[in-house]
Antibody, heavy 119, light 106 residues
Framework: DVQLVESGGDLVQPGGSLRLSCAAS????????MTWVRQTPGKGLEWVAS?????????YYVDSVKGRFTISRDNAKSSLYLQMNSLRAEDTAVYFC???????????WGQGTLVTVSS | DIQMTQSPSSLSASVGDRVTITCRTS??????LNWYQQKPGKAPKLLVY???SLQSGVPSRFSGSGSGTDFTLTISGLQPEDFATYYC????????FGGGTKVEIK
């Protein structure tokens, strides 16, 4: 069975950094695009970033995270990452990782990890 | 701005009812639209992709239709486990979710 387990969410002060991880199992990780989606009560579901199977292409879909967030992956470890720098209060959300079977269709999701940005 | 408009934002229904949720996009997207179900505290789950194709394992009471700018998710014979929030999502170009429709028990 496909399993995606996110970790790394925490309470962090504005301006701080966090690195989210997503450990994948039950499928051939290196053959899937992967995506991070976040959810807040106010803005709903937001598609944050996606990365190609080999990591050669990365796309960021939320203007406010461009230049601050970096998506990456380690196929040898079947892991997806989201490095988040210069965090702001509006980045507070539950962050989900998901497999993207294309085009832009998320067929498996992790349980999510909560990021809270507050002083 | 590209917009995804779901309606209604919430509805009350009874077990056995036929429920219809609509999603309208501000741009023609062919059939590149997906539907997800989310229960409280859980991740979204893919129900329908490419507007009308049922994801493996999803009960046949769920169906999707539409193309262009107007799409519909129908639940024929609402079951207790179907009370949840439903989201549409365009898979054409910039991926974007609708605002959600909460289906509650009447």
């Amino acid at each position: 069975d496909v399993q995606l387990v996110e970790s790394g969410g925490d309470l962090v002060q504005p301006g701080g950094s966090l690195r989210l991880s997503c450990a994948a199992s039950g499928f051939t990780f290196s053959t899937y695009w992967m995506t991070w989606v976040r959810q807040t009560p106010g803005k709903g579901l937001e598609w944050v970033a996606s990365i190609k199977e080999d990591g050669s292409q990365k796309y960021y879909y939320v203007d406010s995270v461009k230049g601050r967030f970096t998506i990456s992956r380690d196929n040898a470890k079947s892991s997806l990452y989201l490095q988040m720098n210069s965090l702001r209060a509006e980045d507070t959300a539950v962050y989900f990782c998901a497999t993207d079977r294309g085009p832009n269709t998320l067929d498996h999701w992790g349980q999510g990890t909560l990021v809270t940005v507050s002083s | 701005d590209i917009q995804m408009t779901q309606s209604p934002s919430s509805l009350s229904a009874s077990v056995g009812d036929r429920v219809t949720i609509t999603c309208r996009t501000s741009q023609v997207i062919s059939n590149l639209l997906n539907w997800y179900q989310q229960k409280p505290g859980k991740a979204p789950k893919l129900l329908v992709y490419s507007a009308s194709s049922l994801q493996s394992g999803v009960p046949s009471r769920f169906s999707g239709s539409g193309s262009g700018t107007d799409f519909t998710l129908t639940i024929s014979g609402l079951q207790p486990e179907d009370f949840a929030t439903y989201y549409c999502q365009r898979s054409y170009g910039i991926p974007l979710f609708g605002g959600g429709t909460k289906v509650e028990i009447k």
